[in-house]
């Protein structure tokens, strides 16, 4: 009869979509250890499993909705230096996350290589661990959806899926200039989104004086540049690329392995390769003279001794 209760129990779980508790369930019922627990702390423990489940698959459909450019991003990843200019103290504050909620963002400018991209991922990681949602962009994309849209018919739609989440990150801003139609875009993008009192990051390599000068509509620009700039904190990088770069050795074995090889040092080479290296070897020495016609490598080949021209066969017949 307890078999039969259990059972009937564990399928009614299922039916309710409460997969979490019924396995903590049954994990229970196959470790004796729990029977020494009180109902309270087995029921507890219960209502624990299943709020963990629906915590993390929240978690992840808002990461995967997110599409971060770089999605294992965190605050606790950034490192800190002084040729950086990022303050320990001004990131501890905004990882609380109360710009979210009162609708401010973030602009964080620097020269490329610099880690803007990180930070900006970084703040969408934690804030969607914290119950946020979140939305990624590069701005030149950004203006192909919305030109797309415009000819779709699916306007309205577009600027509604923008207007939805809490953040909104405007990736490589300035990279292109921003036409008449996509000034307004982006325009309506902020306004929806100020009344909203949600969040827009932005990442740029030109300092914030210079962005008016990507918008073509210079009234859509002073907009843009009050809504956002006057209510957004600021984070300037500064210091060499942090990409990874190749050593001096690495390098030039990369460069040996791209570039066409000559005949020196191809012994088991064919003749036509070898008739290649031997082009490239007279068209650098060519150019080294000045030779006119080599600025494209071209070189014009002498034809051998003792070679009829082309047709002299036809016509002794």
């Not at 080479?269 to 150019?287: P, Q, Y």
Request: contains cysteine.
């Amino acid at each position: 009869m307890e078999v039969s209760m259990n059972h009937q129990s564990c399928e009614q779980l299922t039916q309710m979509n409460l997969s979490a508790m019924r396995g903590e369930y049954q994990r229970q019922e196959e470790l004796p250890a729990t029977l020494e627990l009180g109902f309270d702390e087995r029921f507890s423990m219960i209502v624990q499993a299943q709020f963990d489940r629906r915590r993390d698959n929240r978690i992840k459909r808002a990461l995967k909705e997110a599409a971060l450019r770089e999605p294992s991003a965190a605050l606790s990843e950034i490192e800190f230096s002084e040729k950086r200019n990022l303050s320990k103290r001004q990131i501890a504050q905004l990882s609380g996350m109360s710009w979210a909620r009162e609708g401010k963002g973030i602009i964080v400018t620097g020269a490329t290589g610099t880690g803007k991209t990180f930070i900006l991922c970084a703040f969408a990681h934690d804030a969607c661990i914290m119950g946020f949602t979140a939305r990624y962009y590069r701005m030149t994309r950004l203006i192909e959806y919305m030109a797309a849209a415009r000819d779709s018919g699916e306007y309205d739609k577009k600027l509604a899926e923008l207007a939805k989440p809490d953040i909104l990150i405007l990736d490589d801003f300035g990279m292109k200039q921003c036409d008449h139609l996509f000034s307004l875009d982006l325009l309506e993008i902020m306004e929806e989104r100020y009344h909203k009192r949600k969040s827009v990051l932005i990442g740029a390599q030109m300092p914030v004086r210079l962005w008016p000068e990507f918008f073509k509509n210079r009234t859509a620009a002073d907009g843009f540049m009050d809504r956002i700039v006057n209510n957004a904190y600021r984070i300037d990088l500064k210091g060499p690329s942090r990409r990874p770069k190749m050593p001096d050795d690495e390098m030039w074995e990369s460069c040996r392995a791209d570039a066409p090889e000559t005949t020196a040092g191809r012994a088991d080479s064919s003749e036509e390769n070898d008739e290649e290296g031997k082009r490239n070897v007279a068209v650098r020495t060519a150019r080294r003279k000045g030779v006119p016609g080599t600025e494209n490598g071209c070189v014009k080949k002498k034809k051998p001794r003792g070679t009829m021209p082309r047709g002299y066969r036809r016509n002794q017949q």
